[in-house]
Structure formats: C-alpha cells, structure tokens
C-alpha cells in the first residue's frame, strides 16, 4: 500500500551536484536532478492548519496518506497518518533546523527537507522563495496555477490552485523533473 507514495516520495531523493551553494544554516532540498535550493524561513502569517488527503501518483499508479498541516509565524508540523488514522512520521521545521520522528516502520523515506519543499512551494508567497532560487530560476503565479521554471524558462513545477472560502488553496503539484504528481484534497482548514 505504501510502496507508490513511497515511491513518488523517493523520485525527490536523487543525487547530484548542486548549481549553487546553499545556506548550510538552513534545510536543503532538490528542484531537479543536480540543483539543490535552500529552503525559505519556516514562518508564515497568517497562520493556518490544515487537514490534507494526499494522492501520489507515479508511474501509473497511485497511493494517498492521510497529513495535518500546521504553519505559523515561527515553524511548521506536519504529520502523515495511515489510512486508519495511525500516526507514521512527524516532521517540525523551525529556526532550529527540521526535526523529523518516525513511528513506524517505512522503508525509503526521502528527507523530510524534500516534502516540506512541496508544502511551501504551494504555501509560501512568491516572493520569499524567488529570494531563494538560483539564478535564472523563476516563480510565478497566473491566475490560479504558479510555475517554477529553470534558467532555460522550462517548467520544473506546476501548481494548481482552487479558490475556497477567500483562500487559495492548493490542489495538485505536478514535479515534471521528477516524474510525480500530488494530488491533495483539503479535509478542513482553518
């Protein structure tokens, strides 16, 4: 069941060198093969919780887990749960660095940097990350879709947004260098 998520989760783990330096006070992630980005600040305002039905799909297939989200101007938690509600991992991330707990046992975790990259992809505002980016690389929003594109305009990350109670929220996160697609449906929000 979890092999797909896993799976999709794992695509982000791939090697390489980076095309810049990242601020090694902070979390790293991978944009595409070889181009590693330091994360942005962990705090957001406002501050927002919510509950997210994940599907991954990769390679044909598809596997959803069940998330809780919560940012504020200081840190941000997120926690993955099975189908029936067990907690498996716990990742904080705060001005201390990510701190991360498995519960269970899950072969092929990625990173827990590479999964709050994708949260705060979706979540941050454009201009706090375009500070982050490397040269050349862009992010901007159009309409109800924001593209991360590469030196060379190409798109790295597309995602789709819908319009909820006068917040944008977002619904999927294609990663094309990658290969995956997140498909999220939010439970709640606040």
């Known amino acids: 069941m979890w092999r797909v998520v896993l799976l999709f989760l794992s695509a982000l783990m791939l090697s390489g ?10 979390p790293t992630a991978w944009l595409r093969p070889g181009v590693r980005v330091t994360l942005p600040p962990p705090g957001i305002t406002p501050a927002f919780q919510q509950q997210q039905l994940l599907t991954g799909e990769v390679g044909g297939k598809s596997e959803s887990l069940l998330v809780l989200l919560s940012a504020n101007g200081e840190k941000i938690e997120l926690a993955g749960l099975s189908s029936v509600g067990i907690r498996l991992f716990r990742v904080t991330y705060d001005a201390q660095g990510i701190h ?3 519960l269970m046992p899950l072969p092929q ?3 827990a940097s590479q999964v709050l990259a994708d949260v705060m992809l979706s979540q941050w505002p454009v201009a706090v990350w375009q500070r982050e980016l490397p040269s050349g690389w862009t992010l901007k929003d159009a309409g109800m879709t924001r593209l991360l594109r590469d030196a060379q305009g190409d798109i790295v990350t597309e995602i789709d947004y819908l ?3 006068g917040q944008r929220e977002p619904v999927s996160i294609r990663q094309r260098a990658f290969g995956y697609l997140i498909r ?3 439970l709640d929000a606040s």
């Open 100 to 102: 991360s707990q498995q």
């Open 163 to 165: 319009q909820r109670g």
């Open 109 to 111: 975790l990625p990173p």
């Open 184 to 186: 999220i449906q939010h």
């Open 17 to 26: 060198c980076a095309s810049q330096a990242p601020d090694s006070a902070r």
